[in-house]
């Protein structure tokens, strides 16, 4: 298998233009970062935070500094209410589940939007096995909840409702605010958790204004080091750790913290709030273009979620008709283009994905579907690059299609 | 979000990237489709049959991934100039992924639609040519039946789909 992938690399020769736009699944860590993480590994603060010796209390020093860095870029009030996780996953797990654990008493029913991400909506579900039952509120065409129906759902039963500030994959931008005002005004007891990895350096975000009781934030979504993330829990909310094992300076997860990665982490958010401004119009200028020039150039597209400031500035999905993704994101890899696709066709259930589902996409929409983020680190020239190549990729899968398939 | 790896055999990449027998076929005598778009995985196979049962030509179209668009590819190889008889009875999906140097195994099921296509347009030739050859099977094969467990499924999920699909109009 590995002897395939290789005869794949070697078909990647002679690429002369790259652009990675699949900022949803990873992205480049900028050498800044890489550099303010590198003395972390052999010069300072390599040891143990929790240990009486040198190198132990730099490192203490170094996380509770990060921790205080991060905590003031969401908006917390104290240190203690941040825990570093190793990723969003681990993060919206232990939030999730350590959250309705601890608080079983107050009732057994979870809340969540149907667009949220797997790792929110898979632990929900998992909840099943210990009595918890997950509803899922519907979203509009654009992505947006359906507030009316979260009022609806929300009773004395509910423990906790998650809904995502910023969708990753449509990007669509959710009225948290009004949504933890409906829940709280139903049930002030209930605990409402948001993932923020999606909204965080994108769009501003501030725990004590949106007045979530839980938040969370992911390194990799932000061009910073992967498995790194955090979870806000604001002071009072009770949540149980969900690992066990030696606990260290964060006291909701077990083991060594990671030093360097915190430090990655923290360097990526200061490089993303300082020119906060500029840089989000950057992403914005460039994602405007590009979707400008796709609907120039080609026809039978469809433009998945909202326009306009409902969305986040990174995000572009675009549906190409008679194309599938697949097949689309390898002909585009050839030619130096790296995208994602909403399609199924890795998967034997042969199910798009579930956020285009939900905002009404047809099956057939949903699998010629291509998610694409821009940084602030592309240029115009990567955006023109990508407009002359992609109308000439999506022209020859369907010249592959034919009428196959066409109703 | 595709997350499986795929590490596609080189042969299937080259399928990919220059289809054999790709388009549709003018003269063509008989044609058959399998598959569905809404499971993204859809093949339209056009076949020129000599009177003596001779498999003269095949092309296709192909709405889906590499690896559907390979095996369809490979499968109009496969079947040219062999006899309809031995077109159903040689060309198995295990040939079809040996064919293409392997698949993996998430995409199996690309081989075997494509080769429940080829079954599904000799059975609809046979018929509509007054044939009944005692090579050919009463009861559908194996491909044949995952063909049509998957436009099956396809249906299923469109029901399921109407409601969302409401919104969007």
């Not at chain 1, 949540?239 to 913290?257: A, F, H, M, N």
């Not at chain 1, 689309?328 to 909403?342: A, D, M, N, R």
């Not at chain 1, 034997?348 to 949903?366: D, K, N, T, Y």
């Amino acid at each position: 298998m590995v002897e395939n992938v290789k005869e794949l690399l070697r078909a990647h020769e002679g690429i002369t233009h790259e652009v990675y736009l699949d900022n949803e699944n990873s992205t480049i860590v900028p050498r800044e970062v890489v550099d303010a993480m590198l003395p972390y590994y052999g010069q300072k603060a390599y040891g143990n935070p929790t240990l009486t010796h040198k190198p132990g209390w730099e490192a203490f020093e170094v996380i509770m500094e990060s921790q205080k860095k991060i905590a003031d870029y969401l908006g917390a009030k104290i240190l203690e209410e941040l825990t570093f996780t190793p990723s969003e996953t681990e993060a919206n797990n232990l939030g999730i589940m350590g959250a309705v654990l601890a608080n079983k008493a107050r009732g057994k029913k979870i809340v969540i939007s149907e667009i949220e991400p797997i790792n929110v909506l898979q632990v929900a579900e998992f909840m099943a096995k210990y009595g918890f039952t997950t509803t899922k509120i519907p979203v509009n065409s654009e992505g947006t909840i359906d507030l009316e129906k979260l009022k609806d759902t929300v009773d004395r039963e509910t423990v906790l409702v998650s809904v995502s500030n910023v969708n990753n994959e449509i990007g669509t931008i959710q009225p948290v605010k009004e949504a933890v005002a409906i829940v709280k005004d139903m049930n002030p007891l209930t605990i409402f958790h948001t993932d923020l990895s999606d909204a965080y350096t994108r769009i501003p975000v501030d725990v004590q204004e949106l007045k979530v009781d839980m938040a969370t934030i992911s390194s990799y979504k932000i061009l910073g080091p992967r498995g790194i993330g955090a979870l806000y829990i604001r002071e009072g909310v009770n949540v149980e750790k969900i690992l066990e094992g030696q606990i260290g300076t964060q006291k909701l997860w077990p083991g060594v913290e990671n030093t360097p990665l915190i430090v990655g982490f923290t360097k990526a958010s200061e490089l993303a709030f300082t020119n906060f401004v500029k840089n989000v119009n950057r992403m914005r200028s460039l994602r405007d273009k590009l979707v400008d020039g796709v609907f120039e150039e080609l026809t039978d597209v469809k433009f998945n979620g909202t326009r306009g400031e409902k969305r986040s500035p990174d995000n572009a999905n675009i549906s190409f008709l008679r194309a599938e993704g697949e097949a689309l994101t390898i002909e585009l890899s050839l030619k130096g283009i790296y995208v994602s696709s909403g399609s199924a066709c890795s998967r034997r259930l042969l199910q798009p994905s579930h956020v285009l589902v939900a905002i009404g996409r047809r099956f057939s929409e949903a699998h010629g579907s291509i998610l694409m983020k821009t940084t602030r680190y592309m240029t115009e020239e990567d955006i023109d690059y990508v407009l002359e190549v992609l109308p000439n990729a999506v022209n020859r899968i369907r010249g592959i299609v034919g009428n196959t398939g066409v109703d | 979000m595709s997350r499986v790896p795929l590490p596609y055999t080189q042969k299937v990449l080259d399928l990919f990237r220059n289809p054999k027998n790709l388009g549709k076929m003018e003269d063509a005598n008989v044609v058959a489709v399998a598959g569905n778009p809404a499971c993204g995985d859809m093949i339209t196979f056009y076949m020129k049959i000599t009177p003596d049962d001779v498999i003269e030509k095949a092309t296709f179209e192909s709405y889906g991934c590499a690896a559907n668009i390979a095996t369809a590819s490979i499968v109009t190889e496969m079947i040219k100039g062999l006899t309809l008889q031995s077109a159903w009875n040689d060309v198995t999906w295990k040939k079809v992924t040996e064919e293409v140097g392997g698949l993996p195994s998430v995409k199996f099921h690309c081989g075997i639609l494509a080769v429940g296509a080829v079954k599904r347009a000799i059975r609809k030739y046979c018929e509509e040519k007054g044939k009944s050859p005692d090579w050919l099977p009463k009861e559908t094969t194996f491909e044949e039946k995952q063909a049509l467990e998957e436009e099956e499924l396809a249906k299923t999920l469109s029901k399921r789909l109407k409601v969302a699909e409401e919104k969007q109009s």
